[in-house]
């Protein structure tokens, strides 16, 4: 097991609109952005089951095999800024989503 | 059309003018080594939440936002282009356009510039003409989620704003002022203006706008407020970064294209869809990045998305901490008990009471993915909402008196069971929340010019 944040750098949560929030993780090579694909362990269901999300509070999850990357887009609880808020901008997601583990071997 | 093999350019200094001081190093040199024909800034976003729509108060500071306005007139004055603001003043509402255009007239003063010829468009859309539409028996379709638009969401809005498209800003640039500066529109809508106003195609030009409208975080290493340059030409758009640190590449720009959007897919914007999962990007040089491939679609209807915000009521918070682990392995037993307490206080009266459980899960709450070990210290924020300030200080307080002796921990000695950094609550003002995330669908661009033009000569005073 690897975590996604020793595989890539560039992972980020942010609104999308008031009542959604948008990951993107991109990789820098074909190379390890496979390895990530292959690995079946970046994928809608897991997502949603690492955040205790219902499935269907995965609103979107896209992969673009140009630029090697992936949108996940999760449905807030509420929409953004109103009581009990404590992410306004919906940026919180990067920091556990860079803990996420990925099942492939450990690079030597 | 003029300028078409070198293309057309934009400095971009901010993304999102006012919020923070913009860096003047990388817009003067910006300014110098690309002669840019405009300077075009965002200034406004829903990401700062109900707030600042609700109250009528900018989210940014007036020192930052005169800052930015200032080095970005000078700039344009300087070299005789014009100056474009997008959704002033943070929300773009009609006061905040109001606002803008009094710093402009004192730049233009303080600076001894001008005189300018400015352009200021406004909406004129009232909370008695959505109440008429829905009258007329007119549907205003919620977005994610929402509902269709009800009276009673008109009437617990504060505020609204209407979201412009491209048509009032290339109506507005026909007349060729110096500055312009709008309410509410789509963050890419005064760049694609500008660049359909010089004749590029929509294909390009919202797409252009997309990855301009938050200046340098477009770019690798992500940093704020320093100036980028965009290019657009008839076959591709290029985005240069000016920071010596900064470089735009295929990724980042096709990272950005999509930035605050649900789907790599594409937005929608008053008027259509634009389509970008076909962009493709190359490099260009080791600061710019070029693209091409996207694609606007015209709708069959025309879409003003419409953003309303409105108050909940007063809020208190207390931050209380906790260095037990008795406590804090009782915690949601402790908070259970002490909300049934606090009701039997408070029987008849209605408030909203939340817990933030800071060193546990305060920020993700229950999507919190870590498991709860070795935590030796909690953090606990109460919030409270009530209808009256009193009330809601007086409920948080409270309920810092109940955690502070409950009786659901076994130890018998303790002499206060939480740790308070204030023998008082904090009031923090209003609550507020978003009640309007909606769009009207309008039958063509004419039928929706709900956006009022004015012009002003400004001279020193």
Redesign the interface.
């Known amino acids: 097991m690897v975590t996604l944040g020793s595989l890539t750098n560039d992972i980020q949560s942010k609104n999308a609109g008031v009542n959604m929030i948008c990951c993107d993780i991109f990789f820098a090579d074909e190379a390890t952005f496979k390895k990530v694909r292959n690995s079946g362990s970046l994928t809608s269901e897991k997502v949603a089951d690492y955040f205790h999300l219902a499935p269907e509070q995965i609103v979107v999850f896209e992969v673009d095999e140009r630029f090697f990357g992936y949108k996940i887009t999760i449905q807030r609880a509420q929409s953004a800024g109103g009581p009990s808020e404590r992410d306004l901008y919906g940026t919180g997601l990067y920091g556990p989503l860079s803990e996420y583990e990925i099942d492939i071997a450990p690079q030597k | 059309m003029p300028q078409r093999k070198e293309g057309l350019s934009c400095l971009v200094a901010t993304g999102h003018l006012g919020y923070s001081p913009l860096h003047p190093e990388t817009f003067w040199r910006g300014l110098e080594q690309f002669s840019p024909k405009a300077i075009i800034a965002d200034s406004g976003s ?6 600042p729509l609700a109250s009528g108060k900018a989210s940014s500071s007036a020192e930052w936002q005169k800052h930015d306005i200032e080095i970005l007139l000078l700039g344009a004055r300087q070299k005789h282009i014009p100056l474009i603001i997008g959704s002033a003043s943070d929300t773009g509402t009609n006061e905040g356009v109001d606002q803008y255009a009094q710093i402009v007239r004192d730049v233009v003063t303080e600076q001894r510039l001008g005189p300018l010829k400015l352009g200021l468009i406004k909406h004129d859309m009232t909370r008695d003409y959505l109440r008429g539409l829905l009258r007329q028996g007119g549907t205003i379709r919620g ?4 509902p269709p638009l009800q009276r009673r969401d008109i009437e617990r809005t504060s505020q609204f704003v209407p979201v412009m498209g491209v048509e009032p800003i290339m109506q507005c640039l026909a007349e060729e002022p110096d500055v312009i500066i709008t309410s509410r529109t789509s963050d890419c809508c005064p760049f694609a203006a500008f660049a359909m106003h010089h004749g590029y195609n929509a294909d390009l030009a919202y797409f252009w706008g997309k990855v301009l409208e938050c200046g340098s975080f477009v770019a690798y290493p992500k940093m704020v407020n320093h100036s980028v340059l965009g290019t657009i030409y008839e076959d591709r758009i290029a985005v240069t970064a000016i920071h010596e640190n900064q470089r735009v590449t ?2 980042s720009l ?2 950005h294209a ?8 594409g937005e929608a914007v008053a008027g259509g869809f634009i389509h970008i999962d076909g962009m ?2 190359e490099e260009v040089d080791e600061k710019t990045a070029a693209a091409w491939g996207s694609r606007f679609e015209p709708s069959s209807t025309y879409n003003v998305k419409l953003e309303g915000a409105g108050y ?1 009521g007063h ?1 208190a918070e207390y931050f209380v901490g906790i260095r037990s682990q008795s406590f804090i392995q009782k915690l949601d037993e402790v908070i259970s008990y002490t909300r049934k307490e606090l009701r039997s206080h408070y029987q008849d009266v209605p408030y ?1 009471l ?1 817990f ?1 459980r800071y060193g546990i899960d ?9 498991k709860r070990e070795g935590i030796h210290e909690v953090g606990l924020l109460i ?1 409270v ?1 009530a209808a009256e300030k009193e009330l809601a200080m007086g409920i948080a307080k409270l309920v810092g008196r109940l955690l502070l002796f409950t009786p659901v921990l076994s130890e018998r000695g303790s002499a206060g069971r939480i740790q308070l950094r204030n023998e008082e609550a904090s009031y923090y003002g209003m ?4 009640t309007i ?1 909606h769009v009207i669908e309008f039958a063509s661009p004419q039928e929706a010019n709900h956006f009022p033009i004015t012009y002003q000569t400004v001279r020193p005073a």
């Open positions: 829903c990401d700062i939440g109900p707030e977005l994610d989620g929402f295929p990724v096709r990272k999509a930035y605050e959007r649900s789907s790599f897919k493709e990007a909940v809020k909203e939340y933030s305060g920020v993700l709450g229950a999507r919190e993915p870590r919030e909402i609550a507020y929340e978003w995330n």
